[in-house]
């Protein structure tokens, strides 16, 4: 984007398109369109999907609250067993990963979204009533299909919103989700477990019960709250409209002239980049869904190992520790990316840190240690997470772009079924949790080795997106 001077500083700003020239002088008193556009965006849209994304991953995690406090008991389930079922939900997700997305591209994100929200939460609520180990991985599978294409969709969706200077900040405020998922949903998930005998349910199967009805009600809501493009947008001026899609515009035509020969799915999966993407991603959701699903279960653990009794409210707060410095660590460092402009040191050294670290947190030797190192780990995983889904939009467009995202997020996802089933696995072999950890701090440090690699083969100019204006640092603030 070429600008004659400082756009908030000066009178006069030019935003320059191919044969067109947009004068953007703000009346006095009033932010420019660029500004007002981007901040409208963050607060109307952002908010709402970071909302959807917070209910789903609470949905898909509240497995893990409720398998130390009397699922397992009630349903006779050994640690494999429980890793199965939290691990096959990704195999219903991964089977119908790329066709949801594609589909989402082809409908659009109001009803798409809002149908895979109301799904899920259908099936969520069937967890109520779930009897034996069978009845659980059927439903955890069918969870996986309901939920199939979400996240990627949201990614997309988002990205479709803002140009590529402000994609990182968007998507980090939108990423606050997952941690604050477990900073406030840990505590949540406490409150609801304490509630048992609450109409005639057990205290996990209550706690399903609580989780699942959000779903059905915000997926409703999405269907006339979201809109699937700018142009839709009538809470945007015409020179803020006219702004995004100009921009947007812009960057479309510039994508690699070969993903349009090709074709936008042959674009995609014929992509060495995409596949390298997929590798590094299934190394960053291995160390997160290892730390979610069996965080609660090693606290569970601290009171044998050393000598303290920790009560359910008291194990959802330890729980939702190392997400409060994870969100703060998100932010800062995808803010220093977006001034900056995004370097390969920005995914690299969150991937090596948390690698190292994860192993690590079971030889600390005292609960406070332990979770400290924890919150390293978690700090390092969601202060990469943002930045690395800047990536893919970087050199994708239209079906390519949804095929993509959804690719990488699908092989990366294998990993979601991987972790649990195999920490389980061997925790069960080896008796411990040492093992396991030090093979989910492999597949980080593995991570950080292939984006170092990708980086070096890639054009200088094909990296990164450009930094974004001062007036990025007013969003959120």
């Not at 409208?40 to 849209?45: D, H, L, P």
């Not at 030797?365 to 332990?370: D, E, I, K, R």
């Not at 492999?442 to 080795?449: D, G, I, N, Q």
């Given at each position: 984007?070429?600008?004659?001077?400082?756009?908030?500083?000066?009178?006069?700003?030019?935003?320059?398109?191919p044969?067109?020239?947009?004068?953007?002088?703000?009346?006095?008193?009033?932010?420019?369109?660029?500004?007002?556009?981007i901040?409208?965006?963050?607060?109307?849209?952002v908010?709402?999907?970071?909302?959807?994304?917070?209910?789903?991953?609470?949905?898909?995690?509240?497995?893990?609250?409720?398998?130390?406090?009397g699922?397992e008991?009630?349903?006779?389930?050994?640690?494999?067993?429980?890793?199965?079922?939290s691990?096959?939900?990704?195999?219903?997700?991964?089977?119908?990963?790329?066709?949801?997305?594609?589909a989402l591209?082809?409908?659009?994100?109001?009803?798409?979204?809002a149908?895979?929200?109301v799904?899920?939460?259908?099936v969520?609520?069937?967890?109520?009533?779930?009897?034996?180990f069978?009845q659980?991985v059927?439903?955890?599978?069918?969870?996986?299909?309901?939920?199939?294409?979400?996240?990627?969709?949201?990614?997309?969706?988002?990205?479709?919103?803002?140009?590529?200077?402000y994609?990182?900040?968007?998507?980090?405020?939108f990423y606050?989700?997952?941690?604050?998922?477990?900073?406030i949903?840990?505590?949540?998930?406490?409150?609801?477990?304490q509630?048992?005998g609450?109409?005639?349910?057990a205290?996990?199967?209550?706690?399903f019960?609580?989780v699942?009805?959000?779903?059905?009600?915000?997926?409703v809501?999405?269907?006339?709250?979201?809109?699937?493009?700018?142009a839709d947008?009538?809470?945007l001026?015409?020179?803020?409209?006219?702004?995004?899609?100009?921009s947007?515009?812009?960057?479309?035509a510039?994508?690699?002239?070969?993903?349009?020969a090709?074709?936008?799915?042959?674009a995609?999966?014929?992509?060495?980049r995409?596949?390298?993407l997929?590798?590094?991603?299934?190394?960053?959701?291995?160390?997160l869904?290892?730390?979610?699903?069996?965080?609660?279960t090693?606290?569970?653990?601290?009171?044998?190992?050393?000598?303290v009794?920790?009560g359910?409210?008291?194990?959802?707060?330890?729980t939702a520790?190392p997400?409060?410095?994870a969100a703060i660590a998100?932010?800062?460092?995808?803010?220093?990316?977006?001034?900056?402009?995004?370097r390969?040191?920005?995914?690299?050294?969150?991937?090596?840190?948390?690698?190292v670290?994860?192993?690590l947190?079971?030889?600390a030797?005292?609960?406070?240690?332990?979770v400290?190192v924890i919150?390293?780990?978690?700090?390092?995983i969601?202060?990469?997470?943002?930045?690395?889904w800047?990536?893919?939009?970087?050199?994708?467009?239209?079906?390519?772009?949804?095929?993509?995202?959804?690719?990488?997020?699908?092989?990366?996802?294998?990993?979601?079924?991987?972790?649990?089933y195999?920490?389980?696995?061997?925790?069960?072999?080896?008796?411990?949790?040492?093992?396991?950890?030090i093979i989910?701090g492999?597949?980080?440090?593995?991570?950080?080795?292939l984006i170092?690699?990708l980086?070096?083969?890639?054009?200088?100019?094909?990296?990164a997106?450009?930094?974004?204006?001062?007036?990025?640092?007013?969003?959120?603030?």
């Open positions: 984007m070429n600008r004659t001077g400082d756009p908030y500083g000066s009178p006069v700003a030019k935003h320059q398109f044969g067109v020239v947009v004068d953007t002088i703000p009346p006095p008193g009033r932010p420019s369109p660029e500004r007002s556009a901040r409208k965006i963050s607060i109307r849209i908010p709402f999907v970071a909302l959807m994304f917070f209910i789903n991953f609470l949905d898909r995690t509240a497995i893990s609250f409720a398998a130390p406090n699922m008991q009630d349903l006779g389930l050994t640690a494999a067993q429980f890793g199965l079922a691990g096959v939900f990704f195999i219903g997700y991964i089977i119908l990963e790329v066709p949801s997305n594609l591209h082809r409908y659009g994100a109001r009803r798409w979204l149908r895979i929200m799904s899920w939460g259908i969520s609520l069937l967890f109520v009533w779930v009897q034996n069978p659980l059927a439903l955890r599978f069918l969870l996986g299909v309901a939920e199939a294409g979400f996240f990627p969709g949201a990614i997309l969706f988002l990205s479709s919103w803002v140009p590529a200077a994609r990182g900040r968007i998507l980090a405020l606050l989700a997952q941690p604050l998922t477990s900073v949903g840990a505590p949540l998930a406490g409150l609801l477990l509630q048992h609450a109409l005639g349910l205290g996990w199967r209550f706690m019960l609580g699942s009805i959000p779903a059905i009600i915000i997926g809501v999405c269907w006339f709250y979201l809109k699937d493009k700018p947008a009538g809470w001026t015409g020179p803020e409209r006219s702004w995004l899609e100009q947007l515009a812009r960057e479309e510039a994508k690699q002239p070969e993903q349009k090709k074709g936008g799915l042959r995609a999966f014929g992509s060495g995409v596949w390298v997929c590798l590094v991603y299934f190394g960053f959701i291995y160390g869904y290892a730390l979610s699903f069996f965080l609660p090693i606290i569970n653990g601290f009171q044998d190992q050393y000598h009794e920790i359910t409210l008291t194990q959802g707060l330890i520790i997400y409060v410095p998100l932010w800062f460092w995808t803010r220093d990316a977006t001034r900056r402009g995004l390969t040191w920005h995914i690299a050294i969150p991937a090596l840190v948390g690698g670290s994860i192993p947190a079971l030889f030797g005292s609960l406070a240690a332990t400290a919150s390293i780990t978690a700090m390092s969601f202060a990469a997470l943002p930045n690395f800047t990536l893919p939009t970087r050199f994708l467009s239209g079906a390519g772009a949804a095929a993509g995202v959804a690719l990488i997020n699908t092989v990366g996802n294998i990993a979601g079924f991987a972790a649990p195999v920490t389980g696995g061997v925790h069960d072999w080896t008796g411990g949790y040492q093992v396991p950890m989910v492999f597949f980080m440090v593995l991570s950080a080795v170092t690699l980086a070096r083969r890639t054009p200088q100019a094909q990296q997106p450009q930094s974004a204006p001062s007036t990025a640092e007013e969003l959120g603030s």
